[in-house]
Nanobody, 118 residues
């Protein structure tokens, strides 16, 4: 059974770079046809897709966040990482990593709250 776990700082200062890691267990991030994504939910708002990295290593980003987003992976430890630069308080949210294998995100991590504040 695949499990995902987010980790990273819970507090980031404005203008800095938010960095989160998703550790995957029970399955490889290089397995064909799976996509590994990041999604966030600001307080009181809906879910927002950030981007994902494919089994091949290709990346895809939300147009609204593309200029500030980078998703990478370390296959040796079965992890993938989100970096979001130049953060503002509007980037405060619960950040989730998830797996997409059926056309939708069917396996999710528990989520981690990141607050952007000085």
């Amino acid at each position: 059974q695949v499990q995902l776990q987010e980790s990273g700082p819970g507090l980031v200062k404005p203008s800095q770079t938010l960095s989160l890691t998703c550790t995957v267990s029970g399955g490889s991030i290089t397995t064909n046809y799976y996509y590994w994504g990041w999604i966030r939910q600001p307080p009181g708002k809906g879910l927002e897709w950030i981007g994902y990295i494919a089994y091949s290593g290709s990346t895809y980003y939300s147009p609204s966040l593309k200029s500030r987003t980078s998703i990478s992976r370390d296959t040796s430890v079965n992890q993938f990482t989100l970096q979001l630069s130049s953060v503002t308080p509007e980037d405060t949210a619960v950040y989730y990593c998830a797996r997409n294998g059926l056309g939708y995100f069917e396996v999710w991590g528990q989520g981690t709250l990141v607050t952007v504040s000085s």
